[in-house]
């Protein structure tokens, strides 16, 4: 039972370099999400998908890209890291009827420092 | 725009006792969901319990339960017969559009013995 599986788990980056945080679920889910969590913040929502080859912004999208080609992967992209981006990142997917709940990976931790 | 307010940053339980975390929201939806969600120290995100907007009764799930008032726009969670184990922080989160959850900003709950 892999669930959503993220890597990687720690990264540290100095400023301007680029990475992708890898996610993928195998439970067939259309739903995925990219969040972000902060201290004193919650969990605020990067980008969405509801299904390959569709994506949208959600609540902090600047300096972060997403694609979708496929249903089970849904990679985040930093493409020039700052220190802002300093935080723990979560990854989840949920099915598409509504009263799914939303099925995390075990969070990302990026320093950038 | 939907938004969840804890308003409890910490509290303190004595074991075996029971214990309410607050949760209000605020939507113009009709239809909307509300989660809680556990975050143990060890940093995943584990699923509590949720309840739907149109439904009638509270949701229980073994020692939780999701106290529902709609016209106060509360969905405060009470755990009974605390465990050392709960000490952990909640998230209260509403679905959006797209299974997109809302988060609050947590309580950290201490289960004392």
């Known amino acids: 039972n892999a669930g959503v599986t993220q890597t990687p788990k720690f990264q540290v980056l100095k400023t301007g370099q680029s990475m992708t945080l890898q996610c993928a679920q195998d439970?067939?889910?259309?739903?995925m999400s990219w969040y972000r969590q902060d201290p004193g913040m919650g969990l605020r929502l990067i980008h969405y998908?509801?299904?390959?080859?569709?994506?949208d912004q959600g609540e902090v999208p600047n300096g972060y890209n997403v694609s979708r080609s496929t249903t089970e992967d849904f990679p985040l992209r930093l493409l020039s890291a700052a220190p802002s981006q300093t935080s723990v990142y979560f990854c989840?997917?949920?099915?598409?009827?509504?009263?799914?709940?939303?099925?995390f990976g075990e969070g990302s931790r990026l320093t950038v420092l | 725009a939907q938004k969840i307010t804890q308003t409890q940053p910490g509290m303190f339980v004595q074991e075996k006792e029971a214990v309410t975390l607050d949760c209000t929201y605020d939507?113009?939806?009709?239809?909307?969901?509300l989660f809680w969600y556990k975050q143990p120290s060890s940093g995943e995100m584990i699923f509590l319990i949720y309840?739907?907007?149109?439904?009638?009764q509270n949701a229980t799930e073994g020692r939780y339960s999701l106290n529902f008032q709609k016209a106060r726009k509360s969905a405060n969670l009470v755990i009974s017969a605390s465990q050392l184990g709960d000490s952990a922080m909640y998230f209260c989160?509403?679905?959006?559009?797209?299974?997109?959850?809302?988060f609050g900003a947590g309580t950290i709950l201490r289960v004392k013995s």
């Open positions: 998908s509801v299904g390959a080859g569709i994506t």
């Open positions: 989840a997917s949920s099915p598409r009827r509504n009263t799914g709940e939303l099925f």
């Open positions: 309840q739907g907007s149109y439904d009638e």
């Open positions: 939507t113009s939806d009709q239809s909307y969901g």
């Open positions: 989160a509403m679905r959006a559009w797209g299974n997109k959850l809302v």
């Open positions: 439970m067939n889910h259309e739903y």
